[in-house]
C-alpha cells in the first residue's frame, strides 16, 4: 500500500476523470484517502472501476470503505458488477456480505436472487436483513417461498415485519400495519 510518496489529491484525479490514478489510490495505506478513491470512481461511473472495486471489497477492512464500495458500484450501474457481488456474499465479514446483498437489490439483477435466498439463512441478523431488502426491490417470485418459509422461523420482530412488508410487494399485495388498541400490560 505503499505506491505514493505523498497523499494523492483524489479530488484533482476527479476533476481529470483520472481512473487510473484513483484506482491506485484504492491501495493508499489511508483509508480516507481509499475511501475518497472508492467515491471518486463511482461519481465518475466508468466500468473499468468494476473489478478493482470488488477486490477492495472483499480484501478491505474498514467497514466505511467497505460501505462506500457498495454505493460506488451502485453509481456505476453496470451488471459486470453482479458475478463478484455474489461472489461476496459468502465473505467472512458480515459488513462485506450486508453491502454486497443491498448492492445487488439495487442493481436488480435475477441472477443474484438465488445467492440472496441463500443469504436468508446468514447468521448475521443484517445480512438476513439486507437479503430480504434486495429480494424484495428484485422483486422476482422464486423468493415469495423461501421467505414465506424464514417468516415462519424468524424471531426478530424488526426482520418479520420487513418479511411480510417484502412478500406484499412481491406478490402486488397491499401490505397494510395495523396497531392494536390494547395496552400489553393489562
Known amino acids: 500500500m505503499g505506491l505514493f510518496s505523498k497523499k494523492p489529491n483524489i479530488e484533482s484525479m476527479i476533476k481529470d476523470k483520472d481512473i487510473e490514478g484513483l484506482i491506485l489510490a484504492l491501495e493508499h495505506k ?7 478513491a472508492v467515491n471518486g470512481l463511482g461519481k465518475l461511473g466508468d466500468s473499468k472501476a468494476i473489478d478493482p472495486l470488488i477486490k477492495v471489497l472483499n480484501k478491505e477492512e474498514n467497514k466505511y470503505v467497505i460501505q462506500q464500495v457498495g454505493y460506488a458500484l451502485e453509481l456505476i450501474g453496470d451488471p459486470k458488477a453482479v458475478e463478484g457481488l455474489i461472489l461476496a456474499l459468502d465473505h467472512k465479514n458480515g459488513t462485506v456480505r450486508f453491502y454486497a446483498g443491498q448492492c445487488l437489490g439495487h442493481l436488480g439483477d435475477s441472477k443474484a436472487v438465488e445467492p440472496l435466498i441463500n443469504a436468508l439463512s446468514d447468521k448475521d441478523l443484517g445480512v438476513r436483513s439486507g437479503a430480504v431488502t434486495a429480494l424484495r426491490n428484485i422483486k422476482d417470485p422464486r423468493a415469495i417461498k423461501p421467505l414465506q418459509q424464514i417468516l415462519d422461523e424468524e424471531i ?17 399485495k397491499p401490505f397494510y400495519i395495523t396497531f392494536s388498541n390494547k395496552n400489553p400490560d393489562s
Request: a neutral charge.
Open 156 to 172: 426478530e420482530d424488526s426482520l418479520k415485519f420487513s418479511i411480510r412488508e417484502s412478500l406484499a410487494y412481491i406478490e402486488g
Open 30 to 36: 489511508n483509508h480516507n484517502v481509499r475511501k475518497s
